[in-house]
C-alpha cells in the first residue's frame, strides 16, 4: 500500500496508536489530511510514498482500515475491514560489529531470544 492508494474516508493507525484512529480527507480545502477529532489534522505530505513520517518514525502509518459506513460489519474495536498491515524487517545483526564474541556467548544469545537450542 503506497500513499496514492489511499481514498477519503479510510482510517489509519500510527505505529504509536495516539489517539486512535486518523480519517483519510483528500482534495479538502486544507489539501490532503488525516483528520482527527476536534479539527485537528495531520497534512498527508509530511508522509513520504511509503506512508512513513518524515521526521520521526513514531507517527508512520502502520495499518489502514477500509471505510465505515453504517451498517456494515465491524470488529470489536470498531475499526472495520483491515485493508493493510505494514510488516517491519526482521532485525539483523552485524557481525563485524560486535567485534570478538565466543561461541558460547552467540549460542546462549540465541538460546534466550528463541528458547531453544542453537
Known amino acids: 500500500m503506497t500513499k496514492a492508494d489511499l481514498k477519503t474516508g479510510m482510517r489509519v493507525q500510527y505505529r ?3 489517539e486512535g ?7 479538502t480545502e486544507y489539501g490532503d489530511i488525516l483528520e482527527s477529532f476536534k479539527n485537528a489534522y495531520v497534512p ?5 510514498h511509503k ?3 518524515k521526521g520521526d518514525n ?3 502509518i502502520v495499518k489502514i482500515y477500509g471505510e465505515y459506513r453504517k451498517g456494515d460489519l465491524i470488529d ?3 475499526t472495520g475491514e483491515l485493508l493493510w498491515t505494514r ?3 526482521e532485525e539483523m545483526i552485524d557481525l563485524d560489529e560486535m567485534g570478538e564474541v565466543s561461541k558460547s556467548t552467540i549460542k546462549g544469545a540465541l538460546k534466550a531470544k528463541f528458547n531453544r537450542e542453537a
Open 44 to 48: 498527508l505530505n509530511k508522509y513520504d
Open 76 to 78: 470489536k474495536n470498531g
Open 51 to 53: 506512508l512513513n513520517y
Open 87 to 89: 510488516h517491519e524487517p
Open 21 to 27: 484512529l486518523k480519517v483519510v480527507m483528500l482534495n
Open 58 to 60: 513514531e507517527w508512520d
Open 16 to 18: 504509536n496508536k495516539f
